[in-house]
């Protein structure tokens, strides 16, 4: 019932005001994340929820199999933001076994602007084509596809202008790479970090 989640939001409004008096006044005057978390538009990874952040610390950007498109003009602001105005010290792009935006990329069906969305799952799997093909086992095959097409975000977030100029301005924000598995819950780090460890 659509309701409830007003009636859901009172209540978790009032909670955190009995919690802390100030706590929206202070969240409404200062947004100050260092984190950026560019991930996939599933319901079931929701950023917040699965890496303890309070509202406030981490600015959120999903779409549909967490894609660094380098023309997408609404990836482009959000990092701009990020990186120039919020001065976020580190970007995760988080993608997810099982993601249905790998596996539509793969399956050889047509589904629409989505298919446009995904060219760059399928470039990856051209890419990585020798590899893949040692997985006999589907499902370990997207899996491999997934942190493949994750470990490229994370390099293509690196060649962006937007993180470029930020090195040369001396800056040192670190790009990782994660993958979430929907069925234990866990985040897997693919050491596959851009940009100077400190
Ligand atoms: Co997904």
């Not at 909670?15 to 100030?22: S, T, Y």
């Not at 929820?49 to 779409?63: D, Q």
């Not at 023309?71 to 990020?82: K, Q, Y």
């Not at 120039?84 to 993608?95: F, N, R």
Request: aromatic residues 6%; negative net charge; contains cysteine.
């Amino acid at each position: 019932m659509i309701k409830e989640l007003l009636d859901h939001n009172k209540v978790w409004a009032a909670g955190k005001v009995a919690d802390d008096p100030e706590y929206f006044n202070r969240l409404s005057e200062l947004q100050a994340p260092d984190y950026l978390w560019i991930g996939c538009s599933d319901s079931r990874v929701p950023a917040n929820v699965i890496t303890g952040l309070e509202p406030g610390e981490v600015f959120v950007h999903r779409n549909v199999a967490n894609l660094v498109h380098p023309g997408d003009i609404n990836m482009l602001s959000v990092l701009e933001h990020a990186v120039d105005t919020l001065k976020v010290k580190h970007i995760i792009v988080c993608g997810h076994y099982g993601c249905g935006g790998i596996s539509a990329a793969m399956d050889g069906h047509q589904h629409g602007v989505i298919d446009h969305w995904l060219q760059p799952v399928r470039d990856i799997a051209v890419q990585y084509a020798g590899v893949l093909a040692s997985f006999e086992d589907e499902e370990a095959r997207l899996n491999r596809l997934c942190e493949l097409t994750i470990e490229a975000q994370v390099q293509g977030l690196a060649r962006t202008p937007i993180i470029q100029a930020s090195r040369q301005r001396g800056e040192n924000i670190q790009i990782h790479g994660w993958v979430y598995g929907l069925t234990n819950g866990l985040l897997n780090d693919l050491h596959c970090c851009n940009g100077a460890q400190k």
